[in-house]
Nanobody, 115 residues
Framework: QVQLVESGGGLVQPGGSLRLSCAAS????????MGWYRQAPGNQRELVAR???????NYVDSVKGRFTISRDIAKNTVYLQMNALKPEDTAVYYC?????????WGQGTQVTVSS
């Protein structure tokens, strides 16, 4: 069982920045990868960004060039740096971790982009 604890959401104006954190209870090297998903009201949950144990990253097209996923191996923590935020980025953001045969989710953190 992997526990994921998220932090860093909040209210920000358009064009602003936020950094989300997700601390895992297991070593990142025991995981296939970790990622961030988001779900806006009325929408399906979508993958935002993912980083593998080897450090390979991928992003949904709508956040490329604005969001950066990174990790701190010593802290078993993954970050999502979000810059140039837009109102359409408003959603609940969920941390996700995958091990062989298992998948885990954080509790979610609200990100609201509004003036």
């Amino acid at each position: 069982q992997v526990q994921l604890v998220e932090s860093g959401g909040g209210l920000v104006q358009p064009g602003g920045s936020l950094r989300l954190s997700c601390a895992a209870s297991e070593s990142i090297f025991k995981l296939i990868d970790m990622g961030w998903y988001r779900q806006a009201p009325g929408n399906q949950r979508e993958l935002v960004a993912r980083i593998t144990w080897a450090g390979t990253t991928n992003y949904v097209d709508s956040v490329k060039g604005r969001f950066t996923i990174s990790r701190d191996i010593a802290k078993n923590t993954v970050y999502l740096q979000m810059n140039a935020l837009k109102p359409e980025d408003t959603a609940v953001y969920y941390c996700n971790a995958r091990m062989k045969g298992s998948e885990y989710w954080g509790q979610g953190t609200q990100v609201t982009v509004s003036s």
